[in-house]
C-alpha cells in the first residue's frame, strides 16, 4: 500500500458515490486498487443482536453495557482494516469509512468521558500507524440532503435512522466534531451536495493530487 483513502461522512453524504468514482478513476489510470469495508470483517456481523440473544434483562446496564461493547467492537475492527490496509499490494486502499466514523458514534450515543477519551487516543495512534500515508477524503453535505437521500434510496432504514431525523442530525453534528480527532492536514472535504459530474471531478482532482504527491516523495525518498 502507497496510499490510503479513508471515505468518511454521515448516512446519506454520498460516500459509496465517492468511493466508486475513486476506484474507477484509479483503474482508468491502470493503478491497483481494492476497497475495504465494514462487510469486510467479521468482528461486527451481529455483535448487536448477538449480545441481544444473551437473555440479559431489558435495562439500563445491559444498555450502557451493549452501546461500551459496540464502540469497543468498532475499535476492533478499525485496527483490523488498518493492518489489511497497510499489509496489502494494492497501490490505493481505500476504506469505507474508518476511525473517524469510530470517533463519531462514541461520540454520538454518549459514551462515558473515559472511553470518549480513550477512542480519540487510539484514533490518533491508528492515523500515525500509516507514517503520513493515509487521507480522509470527508464528505460535507448539509443535513436537510442527507435526510432526503437516506429516505430515498429505496431501501430499508438502519437501527440508527429508525430513530428519527432528530437524532440523525445529532450523528450527522458528532460526525464533522470528530474530525478533531486526526491530523487536520490529512483531511480533504468533498462537496457531495452539487451535482454527480461536479462531484465526480472533484473526486478525480483530490485523487491525482495525492497520487502525485505520494511519487514525488518516493522519488525524494530514493534521491535522497
Known amino acids: 500500500m502507497q496510499i490510503c483513502v479513508s471515505v468518511e461522512g454521515p448516512d ?13 478513476f484509479a483503474y482508468e ?3 491497483p486498487a481494492i476497497r475495504i469495508d465494514k462487510r469486510s470483517s ?13 437473555g440479559v434483562a431489558e435495562d439500563g446496564l445491559k444498555e ?49 468521558a473515559d472511553l470518549a477519551r480513550e477512542v480519540k487516543e487510539f484514533a490518533h495512534r491508528v492515523h500515525r500507524m500509516f507514517d503520513g500515508r493515509h487521507t480522509i477524503f470527508l464528505c460535507c453535505v448539509p443535513f436537510d440532503i442527507c435526510w432526503t437521500r437516506i429516505k430515498n434510496r429505496g431501501q430499508p432504514l438502519s ?19 470528530a474530525v478533531g480527532a486526526v491530523d487536520a492536514g490529512s483531511v480533504v472535504r468533498v462537496n457531495t451536495g452539487r451535482t454527480l459530474g461536479q462531484t465526480r471531478m472533484e473526486v478525480r482532482a483530490a485523487t491525482q493530487m495525492l497520487i502525485s504527491t505520494m511519487l514525488k516523495d518516493g522519488k525524494d525518498r530514493r534521491t535522497s
Not at 458515490?17 to 474507477?24: K, P, R
Not at 489489511?84 to 462515558?112: C, G, K, P
Not at 437501527?159 to 466534531?177: C, D, I, Q, S, V
Open 12 to 24: 446519506g453524504a454520498g460516500k459509496s458515490v465517492v468511493i466508486d468514482e475513486l476506484l474507477d
Open 42 to 54: 467479521p468482528l461486527m456481523c451481529g455483535l448487536s443482536d448477538l449480545i441481544a440473544l444473551s
Open 159 to 177: 437501527k440508527k435512522e429508525l430513530r428519527g431525523p432528530a437524532f440523525m442530525e445529532h450523528h450527522y453534528e458528532m460526525t464533522y466534531k
Open 64 to 112: 450502557f453495557w451493549l452501546k461500551d461493547a459496540n464502540v469497543y467492537a468498532r475499535m476492533a475492527r478499525d485496527l483490523l482494516k488498518a493492518e489489511w490496509a497497510l499489509n496489502d499490494q494494492a497501490y490505493i486502499v481505500v476504506l469505507d469509512r474508518f476511525i473517524l466514523s469510530t470517533v463519531a458514534h462514541a461520540m454520538t450515543m454518549e459514551s462515558s
Open 29 to 31: 489510470l491502470g493503478i
